[in-house]
């Protein structure tokens, strides 16, 4: 899986690409496993340019990590939840969040607009380990008040569509 944000840098990192590393985040972003020599033969260039200019996306901030997909329910995981979280003070966020990437179960978390001051994606063995989480971790945070959605199934996942903007 290939993750690019970060607002901050998003405008400097866009001018600082072109053409040829738009194509590697295309086919890098499909297939984190790609060996760089055949993105390479893809690109037409070599595999030690493939190799810098990856490198180079890294420092850019633009490629945040690889990782690979584990199936949540084949390790034991097979509750998934989101919740949108609501504060008691708006002052919370920094100690909130600190305190959510603490719990492993917590594999998300996102700052939000609308009703929830935050939203959490979280997987549980079961139902029964979902409550006790809720209880046990998540209500000492001194949140106001929670809400649950539960996924019963992932229909799928894909990666973003890397267009070059280069060209623009």
Do not use: W
């Not at 509750?79 to 949108?84: E, N, P, R, W």
């Not at 979902?130 to 209880?135: A, C, K, P, R, T």
């Not at 973003?160 to 280069?166: C, H, K, R, V, W």
């Amino acid at each position: 899986m290939l993750l690019i944000c970060n607002k901050k840098t998003d405008n400097m990192a866009r001018q600082q690409l072109d053409s040829l590393d738009y194509k590697i985040l295309r086919l890098i972003s499909a297939n984190a496993r790609v060996p760089f020599l055949e993105v390479a033969r893809e690109c037409g260039v070599s595999g030690a340019a493939i190799h810098q200019r990856v490198q180079r996306l890294v420092n850019l901030g633009i490629i945040k990590g690889t990782d690979y997909f584990v199936d949540p329910a084949k390790v034991g995981f097979g509750t998934c939840a989101y919740m949108g979280l609501y504060l008691q003070t708006p002052d919370q966020f920094e100690e909130v969040v600190a305190k959510l990437s603490e719990i492993p179960e917590v594999v998300e978390c996102h700052y939000t607009t609308g009703q929830y001051d935050m939203f959490i994606k979280l997987y549980a063995r079961d139902n029964a380990h979902l409550l006790d989480i809720i209880h046990d971790k998540l209500q000492p945070l001194g949140l106001a008040r929670t809400e649950s959605i539960i996924s019963f199934k992932e229909a799928f996942r894909q990666p973003l569509p890397i267009e070059d903007l280069s060209k623009q």
